[in-house]
């Protein structure tokens, strides 16, 4: 892969709209976002994705996963280069940047239709903080879940620190995103039982659940809202330890508990 282009400067037009990627407006507009290292986007083959552009480092640009990956993208149809020090750390926001870095497009998909009795998925109310929410896509993949459904002014999934958060997960999981109305109207006509974290919650967490399952999570702070609990079939509480400091989980952390708390039937066990 010696023969790619090699950019040297960071005015180059490509770099430059690379880089705006940070921001979420231009995200939105143009419906692109930056995935980084060479697993994640190996992941990303593996899922069916396609590059829109590659940048690697022309020390590993020859051989090896990244030079795999330069084959596949070009396969692909994508624009592939390679890249200086400075430049990739531009583009990374890293002193140690990954070796190779893409540009994908975004995926969006609507609110499941169809579903089965195992199906679980995730809805997350005005949740803010991108790493917590790239968390709960990465444990959404690792349990086995369905998708995540995003309600009401939520942070970017696709926002840098979201898909890194992920590892990967983000090519896996399947997002929506809907209004609180339209999560309300949603859950009230789920098929199986709904779920909500929250602090009035009148049952404890550790219980069966009968699926298909749409577990609700609320924001960090202030939880689920009144009108998007009240729509749950089920209110549970995750207990604190007597005489804790704590009153409250990290809500990746919360929902990690639920999700393997409603797939644990279906989970292997360690000797299967």
């Known amino acids: 892969m010696s023969n790619l282009p090699h950019l040297t400067s960071l005015q180059n037009e490509r ?3 690379a880089r705006a990627l940070d921001r979420r407006k231009e995200r939105k507009e143009t419906g692109l976002f930056l995935a980084e290292g060479a697993k994640v986007i190996a992941t990303a083959r ?3 994705w396609m590059p829109e552009i590659l940048f690697a480092d022309p020390d590993k640009a020859d051989g090896g996963i990244v030079g795999e990956l330069l084959t596949w993208g070009r ?3 994508a624009q592939c280069f390679t890249v200086t020090a400075k430049i990739a750390e531009a583009l990374s926001a890293r002193d140690n940047p990954q070796p190779v870095i893409g540009v994908f497009k975004q995926r969006w998909t609507e609110p499941p239709t169809k579903l089965r009795p195992s199906d679980v998925w995730v809805a997350l109310e005005e949740i803010r903080d991108p790493g917590n929410l790239g968390t ?3 444990t959404i993949d690792a349990a086995g879940a369905q998708g995540v459904i995003l309600a009401g002014t939520c942070c970017d999934p696709y926002a840098r620190e979201a898909v890194r958060a992920t590892m990967g997960s983000i090519f896996a999981v399947p997002i929506a995103a809907v209004s609180q109305t339209s999560l309300i109207s949603f859950a009230k006509s789920w098929p199986g039982e709904t779920v909500g974290t929250h602090l009035k919650g009148s049952d404890d967490y550790r219980r069966a659940y009968n699926g298909p399952v749409l577990l609700t999570m609320g924001s960090e702070g ?6 998007v609990a009240a729509a749950m079939t089920t209110r549970v ?3 604190m330890a007597a005489d804790t400091g704590a009153d409250s989980l990290n809500l990746a952390v919360a929902t990690g508990l639920m999700l393997y708390e409603i797939k644990r039937p279906t989970l292997p066990k360690q000797d299967d």
Request: net charge positive; hydrophobic share 35%; charged share 35%.
């Open 15 to 17: 770099i430059k709209a």
């Open 46 to 48: 593996d899922h069916g």
């Open 75 to 77: 396969k692909a149809g």
């Open 136 to 138: 709960i896509v990465r």
């Open 222 to 227: 202030p939880g689920l809202s009144d009108d």
């Open 237 to 239: 509480k995750i207990p």
